[in-house]
T-cell receptor, first 115, second 114 residues
Framework: DAGVIQSPRHEVTEMGQEVTLRCKPI?????LFWYRQTMMRGLELLIY????????DSGMPEDRFSAKMPNASFSTLKIQPSEPRDSAVYFC?????????????FGAGSRLTVL | QKEVEQNSGPLSVPEGAIASLNCTYS??????FFWYRQYSGKSPELIMS????GDKEDGRFTAQLNKASQYVSLLIRDSQPSDSATYLC??????????????FGQGTILTVHP
């Protein structure tokens, strides 16, 4: 299994530009999570999906952030317009929700720098 | 109060010593608890999970859970320099809108020096 695949691994953009981060979960996993990690705030949950449906998006900072999961094998996190304070590492993670086997597996992360 | 709090660290221990990492959580109905390790520049990886009160041992690692005190800990015996990393405590929500939600603590940086 290739694990959770994220792209791009690194993104440098200018303030005001649109950023789209992509994630392919592990095949068969039915829950997908987007986290953001910074030194100051640690690992913050932005949104998570179960069976492609958003369950909790209370961590999404503001309307500039949006996430979609059109099918079981793909999700996007979009920031429009981007701001310097959005600079962080964004992790996607997935798991299969079976009792006693709900281990979360992380992707390698997308490091975003907004100038 | 933060949902998941860890001892702030950083923690420095000599090689061969026991490293003790602590975590408290606020949601009383939480049932699933995890410890993740994150090396610098890498993604978090699971090292232990615990669901019942008491101790759970896996090699040099022991997780301890006390639901009454809302406390989780991780002990690393015979610490090695390769254990130097950030350790993240994670708690899974069990009720209402928190069901299935995995919340992480801020992390504790552990350094094991030779």
């Amino acid at each position: 299994d290739a694990g959770v695949i994220q792209s791009p691994r690194h993104e440098v953009t200018e303030m005001g530009q649109e950023v789209t981060l992509r994630c392919k979960p592990i095949s068969g996993h039915n829950s997908l999570f987007w986290y953001r990690q910074t030194m100051m705030r640690g690992l913050e949950l932005l949104i998570y999906f179960n069976n492609n449906v958003p369950i909790d998006d209370s961590g999404m900072p503001e309307d500039r952030f949006s996430a979609k999961m059109p099918n079981a094998s793909f999700s996007t996190l979009k920031i429009q317009p981007s701001e310097p304070r959005d600079s962080a590492v964004y992790f996607c993670a997935s798991r299969v929700d079976i009792s006693g086997a709900n281990v979360l597996t992380f992707g390698a992360g997308s490091r975003l720098t907004v100038l | 109060q933060k949902e998941v709090e860890q001892n702030s660290g950083p923690l420095s221990v000599p090689e061969g010593a026991i490293a003790s990492l602590n975590c408290t959580y606020s949601d009383r109905v939480s049932q699933s608890f995890f410890w993740y390790r994150q090396y610098s520049g890498k993604s978090p990886e699971l090292i232990m999970s615990i669901y019942s009160n008491g101790d759970k041992e896996d090699g040099r690692f022991t997780a301890q859970l006390n639901k009454a005190s809302q406390y989780v800990s991780l002990l690393i015996r015979d610490s090695q320099p390769s254990d130097s990393a950030t350790y993240l405590c994670a708690v899974q929500g069990a009720g209402g809108t928190s069901y299935g939600k995995l919340t992480f603590g801020q992390g504790t940086i552990l350094t094991v020096h030779p």
